[in-house]
């Protein structure tokens, strides 16, 4: 079973609410854990925020299950796509055309 398939699984066992608010509280912890290593740029957090990222990417693969994995796909390459505009306008601006 892979990463995809798993999350699903553990998706449908707990049901969405519950999964919506461990979403809330495993980003909140990656935030925090973020935070914590700009604010000290201690290299002994990295392993905690490793874990931390991993809770948050588990939560957020739930999270597009319950939305719809090809529509929350689409809305990634569209947002990839607006970025990859916005660094080329800004290379065309600090460079000139
Ligand atoms: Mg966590």
């Keep these: 079973m892979n990463v995809e398939e ?3 699984k ?3 066992h707990y049901g969405t609410d519950p999964q919506i608010l461990k979403a809330i509280e ?8 973020l935070s914590r290593y700009l604010r000290t ?3 002994m957090i990295m392993e905690s925020l490793r874990w931390e990222v991993a809770d948050a990417c588990i939560m957020l693969t739930q999270m597009r299950f319950l939305l719809g ?3 929350v796909d689409s809305a990634i390459h569209a ?5 990859l505009a916005r660094m080329e306008r800004e290379v065309i601006t600090f460079f000139g055309e």
């Design 79 to 83: 947002k990839l796509a607006r970025t």
């Design 10 to 12: 553990i998706f449908l």
């Design 6 to 8: 798993t999350c699903e």
């Design 41 to 43: 740029k201690d290299s």
């Design 69 to 71: 994995p090809d529509q």
């Design 26 to 33: 495993e980003l909140g912890e990656c935030v925090s854990e």
